[in-house]
């Protein structure tokens, strides 16, 4: 990754990103209770806020990877990328927020969706031009395996 790109994220603002969350999530489920669905919103985007202000501050030099280890603070460990057999896994959250920013450098790539819909998170993979998606499970975990370009058999 490069680090002035890093440098240069900027969150949309929360409106924006609870529009959007509203649309993954579908009209229905969100209208089967706005309230617990708002405030879900709304600690989603400050965990989000977070992360990307402990990622800027590790690129500035402010804050050194090597200590995370010791830090209790869970949002914090949480930072690190995970990979699962030799591709990135990431929420479909944070795959949505890092398009949107034109950050996201991937072109094949595991996704946890989350409590978003199948049909939704398919139809905005192929939106943002990921055109494969499957299930598959790795280490345990059923997972979405997410290509711009046609996949192998399983």
Not at 123 to 144: D, H, P, Q, S
């Amino acid at each position: 990754m490069k680090k002035d790109t890093v440098a240069e994220r900027i969150l949309v603002d929360f409106w924006q990103f609870a529009e959007y969350a509203k649309l993954v999530l579908g009209e229905d489920e969100y209208k089967a209770d706005p309230e617990f669905w708002s405030n879900q919103f709304e600690r989603d985007y400050e965990t989000i806020k977070e992360r990307l202000e402990i990622e800027r501050k590790i690129v500035s030099g402010e804050l050194d990877i090597s200590t995370l280890e010791n830090i209790e603070d869970l949002t914090v460990t949480e930072f690190v990328w995970e990979r699962l057999a030799g591709l990135r896994l990431l929420s479909f959250e944070q795959f949505v927020l890092e398009f949107n920013q034109g950050i996201f450098r991937e072109d094949r790539f595991y996704c946890d969706k989350g409590r978003a819909w199948l049909k939704n998170v398919r139809k905005t993979m192929a939106e943002c031009g990921f055109r494969y998606v499957r299930k598959v499970k790795v280490e345990g975990r059923i997972l979405l395996e997410v290509s711009k370009n046609a996949m192998g058999e399983i």
